[in-house]
Nanobody
Framework: QAHVVESGGGLVQTGGSLRLSCAAS????????MGWFRQVPGKEREFVAC????????YYTDSVKDRFTISRDNANNTVYLQMNSLKPEDTAVYYC????????????????WGQGTQVTVSS
């Protein structure tokens, strides 16, 4: 079945950087808008960023705008999230998924989530 594998998380200090990768199982998944989401224990999963198939259009939640950059490499079925100027509030498990907008919000539409990758930012 279609799946994604997230990687690249780790432990960094405030102000540091990480580059997350999302490897999709094939090009069919990559036809969708692809997005990154994150979740803190005890809180709902929240949208972070997304990118369309061509890579021409991107959208970010306000809290990461100007710090994070989403990109994609369709030839390698991979989506990236470059995270700069990291803050403790960025600490979460990060997930990727095909993405759609409902109303004014973005949601994952794969029907299930991968393992995710842990990002921890020390204060």
């Amino acid at each position: 079945q279609a799946h994604v594998v997230e990687s690249g998380g780790g432990l960094v200090q405030t102000g540091g950087s990480l580059r997350l990768s999302c490897a999709a199982s094939g090009p069919i998944i990559m036809r969708h808008i692809m997005g990154w989401f994150r979740q803190v224990p005890g809180k709902e999963r929240e949208f972070v960023a997304c990118i369309d198939y061509s890579g021409s259009s991107t959208y970010y939640t306000d809290s990461v705008k100007d710090r994070f950059t989403i990109s994609r490499d369709n030839a390698n079925n991979t989506v990236y999230l470059q995270m700069n100027s990291l803050k403790p509030e960025d600490t979460a498990v990060y997930y990727c998924s095909p993405t759609e907008m409902y109303g004014s919000n973005w949601y994952g539409t794969m029907g299930y989530w991968g393992q995710g990758t842990q990002v921890t930012v020390s204060s």
